[in-house]
């Protein structure tokens, strides 16, 4: 839909040459009227006026509950594409956007410990996530953090301010701690709070924000929208909607759409220790 009840036809030269663009050239927005009963209802009615026979939805679970709603309800042919940075969608081990996260991300973190390292400084780094710790987890791994804290598990503040002291007293130049947005402990400006007050260091606070969610897409990335926009096409040609297709061990399956979210994905809390035993 390209404004209200309008419609941008797009052929083969609308998609020519986008792959390496970040962000959407579709364009989103939530829309708080598409959960009304009279909102789908007008959703319903422009996809029939303008003759549209199925509808490929990409998102999260919002949108997808939405699209199961339109398929379920309402017959519409609805086939799910999952695409969020949080990488919280169950029926798939990455989502689209999660690897360019995690990797724009990984780069920022890289420049910040250049800057801990030359002047000896401890920094807490707050990154995106809602309430997963995915992107926390594979940027403190691949970034060397000395601390990663996740809405999954709670954290002994204390034990870790004795590990970041420890390792100062053993001559470490600097200490990065990241925080998931999500976490109970109160996000990175409380977190180096807490930090200060119990080890006496100067604490520095970075949140990456907003740049998470754009830049040029990773390799995985495009590959991966590649083989999930072909294949959700497939679905919906088969006539078999209502279905989400993901990734799982590198290879295409397809789930129920509503299985996105009434399992919740698990994190893999064996990076958390893996991060444990390489921060020394």
Known sequence: MYGQDQVLDLDLSSVGGIINHGGTVLETARCAEFKT????????STLKKHKIEGLVVIGGDGSFRG?????????????????TIDNDIAGTDYAIGFDTA?????????????????LRRLFVVEV?????????LET???????????PEIDTDLEKMCQKI?????????????????????GGAFKVARQIGDRTGFEVRVSVLGHQQRGGTPTALDRVLASRLGAAAVQQLAKGDTDKMVGIISNRVEVSNLDYAWKFQKQTDLSLLKLIEILSI
């Open 165 to 185: 002291v420890r390792g100062y007293q053993r001559g470490k130049r600097s200490s990065i701690v990241i925080v998931a947005e999500g976490s109970e402990s």
């Open 128 to 136: 995106m996530g809602r309430q997963a710790g995915f992107i926390a």
């Open 140 to 150: 403190g791994l691949a970034g060397g953090a000395e601390e990663v804290i996740i």
């Open 37 to 44: 009963e009279a909102g789908m209802k007008k959703a319903v």
């Open 102 to 118: 995690v990797n724009t991300a990984l780069q920022a973190i890289d420049r910040i410990r250049d800057t801990a390292s030359s």
């Open 67 to 83: 699209a199961h709603q339109l398929s379920n309800r309402w017959g519409v042919p609805t086939i799910g594409v999952p695409a």
